[in-house]
């Protein structure tokens, strides 16, 4: 039996800029946090013939074309890995749907797994390499690279993405104490609501590749505030940051009709209104997580707990992608 796990993320700065559509024209750069929620995989040798793959649904098949999930399907034939006696399972601390890039992490994890059933070592690069090849090359989903980057390097990492494909990776160069006060100070609330990032992504996607000046203009300024934000962040302003997050979000969800709506809108004031200093939906917007920079965090929970909203307590991930158990 193989077990790895692929952690989920949090993206702190320059969100957007990781499409192909707009980084191979002008270059893309963001900074985004692992955490110590994980998608995890299990490869197991059966006594049957089939292959049976089991995630929100189950499929038990005679050959890779049968297999319905198309990242399971993909990821066998990229890896050439023999589908008999095989089960394949997912598990996820955390569901789909909720911004927090579990479509990377998943195609992360099961990449891992299946390179290492096949004795095969395999570099972080190229691992999340592997992930963003099937998803935005072979799946066609209108996808950035952060998810499969930070999902394999783990940590809290600046990417910059250059206009030839290539990915520039390095670890955001904050003191322990900042990084410390910043996971304290980080403060996650489910909306309740989940969905489908595509269709948002979709909409930016053609509007960049349409040459949409607003669409373009919004992202430039968007990757320069994630510069901006890894500069507080290796400074100690972790307070700058948060009014930096604030910035990002009043251009986030000017990109998107389907960015927000009246209800998160109602619940970001209220989160401002008792100590946050700046916050955002995490990942592509819609649902999902809110999370908010607040140094008074009792006030703010007690406000959002009373206002129907759960919180989600989460750590920082530095490991990344890994193989948790072979036997």
Known sequence: MIITRAPLRISLGGGGTDLPSYYREHGGRLIAAAIDRYVYITLHETFVEECIVKYSALERVTGVDEIQHPLIREALRLTGTPTSYLEITSMSDIPAGTGLGSS?????????ALHTMNREIISKARLAEEACHLEIDVLREP???QDQYIAAYGGLTAFTFNPDD???????????????NLQDNLVMFFTGYTRSASAILKDQDARTKS??????DQLHHVKQLGIESQRAL????????GEIMHEHWTQKRARSQGMTNDRIDDWYALARANGAVGGKLIGAGGGGFLMFYCEEKTRLRHAMRAAGLRELRVGFDRLGASVVSVD
Request: glycine fraction near 10%; hydrophobic fraction near 40%; charge should be negative.
């Open 211 to 216: 040459t949409d000046r607003s669409m373009i």
């Open 234 to 241: 290796e400074n100690g302003d972790l307070r700058r940051f």
């Open 104 to 112: 990377g992490s998943f195609g992360t994890a099961l990449l891992l």
């Open 143 to 145: 996808v950035g690279k």
């Open 166 to 180: 290539t990915v520039d990776v390095e670890p955001v160069r904050a003191a322990p104490e900042t990084l410390a």
